[in-house]
C-alpha cells in the first residue's frame, strides 16, 4: 500500500528572521500572515505536528486540525537556544562537521535522524495521505533517511518556512517525490 506524506514546515518566527536557534517561540507577524493566506485544500487521513508552539499555531493558520507529536519537535539545542552562529562561533567545535556532537548539551544530528527515522517507519502501512507541521531539521533528517544520504550533507538541504516536501512509501520504500515549493503553491500529490 501507498503512503503519501506531505510535510509542511511551519511559518517564519522571530528567530527565522533573526537567524537564532529557536525556543518555543511563537509566529512573528510576518509568519501568521503568511500561514493565515495559504491554505491545505486537500483532506488528510491524519494530521501530525511537531508540539512546538510555531507548528500549533502554522497548522491552525492553514487550516489543519493537528496532533501534536513528540517525534516530529525540533532538534534540540540545548544551551545554545536563542543564540546566533556568530555569537557561538568559538564554542561551535566539531558540531557542523560531525554529526554525532552535541557540544550544546541537546540532541545530536545522529539522534534527530535516529528519531525521524523511527518515525517513518512507524506510520501505518495502509493506504492513506498524511500531513505533517514540523520543522526544518526534521524535514532534512526525513529527506537524509529517504534518499540514504550521509548526515554530513544536512546542512546543505534548504527547508525554508511553510514550504512544502512530499515523500511516499510504497512497498516499504520511502521515495521523495518533491521538496521546497512554498505552501499554497504547485500540489503534485495526486
Do not use: K, N, Y
Not at 516530529?72 to 557542523?96: F, M, N, V, Y
Not at 562537521?97 to 517507519?121: C, F, K, N, Y
Amino acid at each position: 500500500m501507498t503512503i503519501r506524506l506531505v510535510m509542511i514546515t511551519h511559518a517564519s518566527t522571530a528567530a527565522t528572521q533573526e537567524a537564532r536557534f529557536p525556543g518555543d517561540e511563537p509566529l512573528d507577524v510576518r509568519g501568521l500572515r503568511t500561514a493565515s493566506a495559504a491554505s491545505m485544500p486537500r483532506r488528510f487521513d491524519g494530521v501530525l505536528r511537531g508540539p512546538e508552539l510555531r507548528c500549533a499555531q502554522t497548522a491552525s493558520a492553514v487550516g489543519l486540525d493537528a496532533v501534536a507529536d513528540p517525534a516530529l519537535a525540533d532538534l534540540d539545542l540545548g544551551a545554545w537556544r536563542g543564540r546566533t552562529l556568530t555569537e557561538l562561533e568559538p564554542d561551535l567545535g566539531a558540531w557542523p562537521t560531525d554529526p554525532a556532537a552535541a557540544p550544546h548539551g541537546g540532541e545530536s544530528l545522529t539522534a534527530l535522524a535516529e528519531r525521524v527515522a523511527s518515525w517513518l517507519l512507524g506510520l501505518p502501512g495502509e493506504r492513506s495521505l498524511l500531513a505533517a507541521v514540523t520543522h526544518p531539521a526534521v524535514v532534512r533528517a526525513a529527506v537524509l533517511h529517504t534518499l540514504g544520504a550521509p548526515l554530513t550533507g544536512f546542512w546543505r538541504l534548504d527547508s525554508a518556512p511553510l514550504t512544502q516536501t512530499w515523500l511516499t512509501r510504497h512497498g516499504g520504500r520511502w521515495q521523495v517525490r518533491e521538496t521546497g515549493h512554498r505552501l499554497g503553491g504547485r500540489d503534485t500529490s495526486s
